[in-house]
Each structure stands twice: as C-alpha cells, then as structure tokens.
C-alpha cells in the first residue's frame, strides 16, 4: 500500500491520551499520512476525548458497564469501528484485553505498546515487575494483539536503561519518553505499507 494513500486510525483510550497526543501532532505534522476516524474511549472522563475533540476528531463514549461480557462489548466497538472504516486500531493506553471477536475482526491490524521489553513482564505493572526482578534495562514494545495478553507479533522495541535509584514513577515517565517515537514509528511503518507478518515474525520493508 502506498504512504500516499491516507489509512484511516481508529485509537481506543481509556485515560490521559499523552500517545495519543503524539500521534496527532506527528498526523498534523505530515510525518504519518494517515487520519484519526475515531477516538473512542470505555472512560466518559478520559482526557484522551478532550484531546482529539480539540482537534476535531470524531469521539465516542463507548462504557463496557453497560455491557453484561467482554465479547458483547467488543462486538459493539468492531461495529463502531467498521462505521468509521478503520483500517488499523491503535490501543493507545486502552486498559482492557480484547476477546477473539476484535482480533478475528482485525487481524495483523490492532497494535499495542506495553511499557516493557516483551516478553518479559507481560501484564499490567511491568514498570514496577522490572524493578522487582532487578533488571539493568527494561523499555518499551510494539506488537499486533493476538489472544493472549501482550502476546502478539513485535513490531518495535527500544530499551530504556534502568537506574539503581529508579522508582516505578521515574522508570514509567523514561519509558514513556520512549513510547512516544517507538509508537509513531511502528504506525507510520503500518500506514506506508512497510509491514508484513509472517507467523510470529515481523518483516519490515525500509
């Protein structure tokens, strides 16, 4: 696919949208020839939504509380989703594990960043499980979501050093410094038609 054809981004939050945030600029910038379809967010109060609406991006409130299991609910976002045709599905701090029914809907095109060096400390606290297992560098990882919780395809990682007087808080704001370029880059390899898996390999194309 050409970098000149824009790829429509549909991005789930669930809070402040700092990613997101990223994301825009590098789009308003010209870096990534895409567009934003939708913002949608399971959090009626997630900053993410002041955010994009500031820069006039269609935004949803999309409340899991109103729905009774996981795939109803995800079966509700892929309808949202296919209305706004979205050609990728970007999790940019989305605090819920997705079921079959998003991934069957978008295979090889939900990405994810998880504030570790995969597949080492999967799950939620990965900052803090680095700290504890006492590691010398911890970092950040792009991947396709598969079934399991961060357990898709690696696009990207970069590594972070871990300093002896790191706390969770400093660790998490050095890693997220680096979340910000790994993101954008993995996206803009996506949308310039530079990405292709193969079983659990990425291959990109320069």
Request: glycine share 8%; charged share 20%; net charge neutral.
């Amino acid at each position: 696919m050409s970098g000149n054809v824009p790829r429509r981004l549909g991005i789930l939050v669930s809070g402040s949208g700092t990613n997101l945030q990223v994301i825009i600029d590098r789009i308003e910038s010209g870096e990534i020839i895409a567009e934003i379809a939708c913002v949608i967010s399971n959090k009626a109060d997630a900053f993410a939504l002041t955010r994009a609406a500031k820069h006039g991006i269609p935004v949803v409130i999309h409340e899991n509380t109103k729905f009774t299991d996981r795939r109803s609910y995800d079966a509700a976002t892929v309808d949202i989703l296919n209305k706004f045709k979205v050609d990728l599905v970007v999790l940019a701090g989305f605090m819920r594990i997705l079921t079959d029914v998003m991934v069957n809907a978008f295979p090889n095109a939900i990405m994810n960043i998880h504030p570790a060096l995969l597949p080492s400390f999967q799950g939620l606290h990965a900052q803090q499980q680095a700290l504890d297992y006492g590691v010398r560098y911890s970092g950040c990882t792009v991947h396709f979501v598969d079934g399991g919780t961060d357990t898709g395809p690696i696009i990207m990682q970069t590594v972070v050093p871990v300093e002896q007087d790191d706390t969770e808080t400093t660790l998490s704001l050095r890693i997220q410094k680096a979340e910000h370029q790994t993101f954008t880059t993995a996206i803009k390899l996506f949308v310039d038609g530079k990405i292709r898996v193969d079983g659990r390999k990425v291959i990109i194309y320069q």
